[in-house]
């Protein structure tokens, strides 16, 4: 494997320029030769002191086929410009280099025998290639890694297992770029560092090869971290915003963006995104973590690094901040309504807050239950079974409540309740609701019209959980019972 530096290319001109140059060269060369000929013949009998000399007519022979032999080699490689240029213009066929190569390799061999035959009429070719097993032997050994590449090129070409433009990573030692061209001998790929690497074909043939083909929607990752108190589905959908607008980032697949790994300083993410174009994979990337950097800036997430937290456990209630904003919240429920400030402080500090993930269930069908929830923030889903596919039968936003149905009565949970989006709710058990009915009986009749209203809801749902509907008059003395209050 050779690796140089890049070089710019000689323009066409001065090509067409030393062309020409080397075939008046080469012409001249043989017209001076052919006029002395017999001169330089005397010249070679005197030194060898034998007249006439077999060995002088060999080796003007030589001389001869030589120069006819660098004149044939500049013909061939003008009938391969034309006939290759010439298809490229009327066809548009861009033919691979190996299959140029291997029309001047045969042309060529093909004028050399013809020219041979002439200039040695005696020597028998065919004689000599089959015969000649020594011959045979030197030249398999001086060619093997000629042919070795020759053949591999061949397959490379046949097989198309990526072509001039797309970018491969060669071998253990990860040669990465973009393929400039595949000849007879190697293959050149243009690094990201804009050199230029050849892989001998052979060498190519043994080592695995991954293709980013030019065709192909080709994806990256990109890892990033959060600390642990940022919330995943925020974060998930500020970077997945973000990388979606990035310059060369596909707009055909929208990126993905998913923990990769709870790890000791934070969340660890990754978000793969498709490009346009994979050649710029580099930039790309860099651009996708700027605008990662900028979304967090504004969104108020932060990057994880290097931490230690303690923390130091105290009495829930006593820790729970932003206590306000729960009574607040409560104090919004209607059938919360008539509690005292007191009474709505004293449930605020036995609720308990939770966080689901988009999609997660909060309460599932048939589980018991012993506490109900308001929705803090987010939103959630009811959900009810029917004939084995879950069908929605209400949608509950912030400050609505759920789950009221088992903790009053005591029966199973009567539906799903499954969190749209990331939702925190507020959950109060059984003991916070008895201590507020002892002081507030009123709200058991206000609750029961409620249940018997979702109840009417759930059973006209077929498959659903719930009892055939209840009075409200027959749930509140159940309710009355369930909580061991007076009749
Ligand atoms: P529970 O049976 O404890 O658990 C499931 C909850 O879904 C149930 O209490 C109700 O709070 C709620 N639910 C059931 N049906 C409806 C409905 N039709 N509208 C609103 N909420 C409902």
């Not at 083909?213 to 959908?237: C, G, M, Q, W």
């Not at 932003?322 to 007191?342: K, T």
């Not at 019209?449 to 409200?472: C, T, W």
Request: aromatic share 10%; proline share 4%.
């Amino acid at each position: 494997m050779i690796k140089i530096g890049a070089v710019s290319r000689p323009r066409f001109t001065n090509k067409v320029v030393l062309f020409f140059a080397a075939w008046a060269a080469a012409l001249l060369a043989m017209y001076l030769f052919w006029s002395f000929e017999s001169v330089i013949k005397e010249l070679l009998e005197h030194r060898m002191g034998t007249s006439p000399s077999p060995s002088a007519v060999t080796i003007t022979s030589a001389v001869k086929l030589f120069l006819i032999g660098i004149t044939a080699y500049l013909f061939v490689r003008a009938l391969n410009f034309l006939f290759f240029g010439l298809a490229f213009r009327l066809k548009r066929i861009d033919a691979p280099t190996l299959i140029r190569n291997i029309f001047t390799i045969v042309v060529f061999t093909i004028l050399f025998l013809i020219a041979f035959t002439f200039i040695f009429p005696d020597v028998n070719l065919g004689a000599l290639f089959t015969t000649s097993a020594i011959f045979g032997v030197i030249l398999g050994l001086a060619l093997q890694d000629t042919l070795g590449n020759f053949f591999a090129g061949i397959s490379l070409q046949a097989d198309r297992p990526f072509q001039v433009g797309d970018v491969i990573v060669v071998g253990a030692q990860r040669h990465t770029g973009v393929v400039e061209e595949i000849s007879w001998r190697a293959i050149k790929i243009r690094t990201f560092t804009n050199h230029v690497v050849l892989i001998a074909n052979s060498n190519a043939a043994r080592e695995p090869i991954e293709v980013c083909p030019r065709d192909n929607l080709n994806a990256r990752i990109v890892v990033f971290n959060t600390l642990y108190t940022d919330s995943p589905a925020k974060t998930i959908h500020v970077v997945r915003e973000a990388v979606r607008e990035a310059e060369n980032v596909s707009t055909k697949v929208s990126p993905i963006v998913r923990i990769r790994n709870l790890g000791d300083n934070g969340v660890d993410y990754e978000v793969k995104y498709w490009l346009e174009d994979y050649a710029k994979y580099n930039d790309t990337d860099a651009l996708v973590r700027q605008r990662i950097w900028y979304a967090f800036r504004r969104a108020g997430l932060n990057f994880a690094y290097p931490t230690r937290t303690l923390f130091v456990e105290r009495h829930r209630a006593a820790v729970q901040r932003d206590g306000g904003a729960i009574v607040e919240r409560l104090s919004a429920v209607d059938i919360f309504a008539p509690l005292s400030v007191e009474e709505t402080g004293m449930l605020a500090q036995a609720a308990v807050r939770h966080v689901f993930a988009p999609g997660e269930m909060v309460i599932r069908a048939g589980d018991p239950g012993s506490s109900m929830f308001v929705v803090h923030n987010g939103r959630v889903r009811v959900q009810v079974n029917d004939n084995g596919r879950p069908r929605t039968v209400a949608t509950l936003n912030e400050g609505d409540f759920f789950g009221e149905m088992a903790l009053f009565t005591g029966e199973p949970r009567t539906a799903n309740v499954v969190a749209l989006e990331e939702t925190e709710v507020l959950e109060i058990g059984h003991s916070a609701m008895k201590r507020v009915f002892d002081t507030n009986p009123d709200l058991v009749e206000s609750l029961s019209f409620i249940i018997a209203e979702r109840r009417q809801g759930l059973a006209s749902q077929a498959d659903s959980a719930a009892p055939a509907s209840d009075s409200s008059a027959g749930l509140l003395s159940a309710i009355k019972r369930f909580f061991g209050l007076s009749q």
